[in-house]
């Protein structure tokens, strides 16, 4: 039952009608306020006011190269310390190129993210993006996060511009939103050493931004932050979008405890996730987009978040690595008409984009061929292409 009684929160909800950005204390409060539904209704209109009923969603193939890394971030399952531990892998070139050449049916985009791997060359990286863009010149290369980008010009002794620059000339077409984790120097020293920290990862954005890249942002929520530090991190990309208006869209990414050594922290809630795109909503009225990363919280919750501010469920992510290795339960990939379904469930207008938000199709109505989507249990989609069990 809603008690939207609260004279605070009815003076938050003035602001956010008014177009006045929420302050830090604003942002506290709407995660302590107990009516969360009420704080979801809110984030719904601003969503609802930005984009309507529709909610987007892309076809694309994740290639994560290799997950031998360097830092020692204490959520991650995926990386591998050294080449020569048992799990660590590198992919080839060619094996690059054929990923693409054997999953590549249908996609619009590929999303490359890894490791910082210290020995392999500079051109290794740089040959990604050309061998990705040699085998489908027609599909665009989000990679890199900016953790990796501050990598390479530390690693190979580049300064920024020339990193960003000669993988623009690769092909590159986007920047991922990855390794932002949290921001607050507190939390962000007892979670990761050895990769960017947050100034640095903020001015690899700004940089990209400058270059005429639009890039991703994320925060990673649910280990050892406080609210307070969750909604600093918020204000903090809020600053940057107002400098350079280069962020397409925001993804909260839920902590996943397996396989990692904060694995005794519980995984954050529904309602924590919930509560999580609606304060993030709320909080980034300069951001387009909020993104509910389907593979992380679920497809019940990515169904429910379209209620609650989220406008976007990512896409058909065919074989992603580094939250399944930390114990996501959600299928490998879904197929186009998978979800389109979710979204229609969601009682929401299922719109497919290309990665910088053109639009490639609509949904009819027309009926859909498939499976019903069964949230409780891991499936194979309905093509048949893609295995559930990728051994890690
Ligand atoms: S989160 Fe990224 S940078 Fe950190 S250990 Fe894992 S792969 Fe390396």
């Not at 050294?82 to 590549?104: C, F, N, S, V, W």
């Not at 990796?148 to 000339?169: G, N, R």
């Not at 001015?203 to 530090?229: K, P």
């Not at 379904?341 to 639009?359: K, N």
């Amino acid at each position: 039952m809603s008690t939207r009684t609260d004279p605070r929160f009815d003076e938050i909800a003035s602001k956010v009608r008014g177009g006045t950005p929420l302050t830090l204390a604003d942002g506290v409060f709407l995660y302590r306020y107990p009516d969360l539904l009420a704080v979801g209704s809110l984030a719904n209109e601003v969503r609802e006011r930005l984009n309507g009923n529709k909610t987007y969603f892309n076809v694309n193939l994740h290639v994560n190269p290799t997950n031998v890394c360097v830092a020692d971030c204490k959520f991650c399952s995926f990386a591998r310390l050294r080449p020569g531990d048992p799990q660590a892998y590198t992919m080839t070139l060619p094996q690059i190129r054929a990923k693409l050449k054997e999953r590549g049916d249908g996609i619009t985009e590929v999303h490359v993210v890894g490791g910082l791997h210290d020995e392999v060359p500079w051109s290794y990286y740089l040959d990604t993006i050309r061998e990705l863009k040699a085998e489908r010149p027609d599909v665009h290369i989000k990679a890199y996060t900016a953790a990796e980008m501050h990598f390479f010009a530390e690693h190979y002794k580049m300064p920024m511009t020339q990193v960003l620059t000669e993988l623009i000339d690769a092909g590159l077409g986007s920047m991922p939103g990855g390794g932002a984790e949290i921001f607050a120097e507190r939390a962000r020293r007892k979670l990761c050493t050895g990769k960017a920290d947050a100034e640095q990862w903020l001015d690899v954005h700004r940089q990209a931004h400058r270059l005429g890249l639009r890039t991703n942002c994320t925060m990673l929520y649910g280990t050892v932050e406080t609210l307070e530090e969750r909604v600093d991190h918020m204000l903090r990309l809020r600053a940057l979008q107002e400098e350079t208006g280069g962020f397409q869209t925001f993804i909260p990414l839920a902590f996943h405890p397996e396989g990692n050594s904060l694995g005794k922290l519980p995984a954050p809630t529904g309602v924590d996730n919930l509560r999580t795109y609606a304060v993030s909503r709320l909080m980034l009225h300069n951001f387009g987009h909020i993104k509910a990363y389907w593979i992380m919280i679920g497809l019940a919750t990515a169904q429910v978040s379209q209620s609650f501010g989220a406008d976007d469920v990512d896409g058909t992510v065919q074989e992603e690595k580094i939250y399944h290795m930390a114990g996501a339960g959600t299928p490998q990939a879904l197929s186009r008409s998978e979800l389109v379904r979710l979204i229609r469930e969601a009682g929401r207008h299922a719109v497919e984009r290309d990665t910088l938000y053109g639009v490639r199709w609509e949904d009819d109505g027309a009926p859909l061929p498939g499976i019903r989507i069964d949230a409780s249990v891991p499936y194979s989609n309905n093509n048949g292409r893609i295995s559930l069990s990728v051994a890690h």
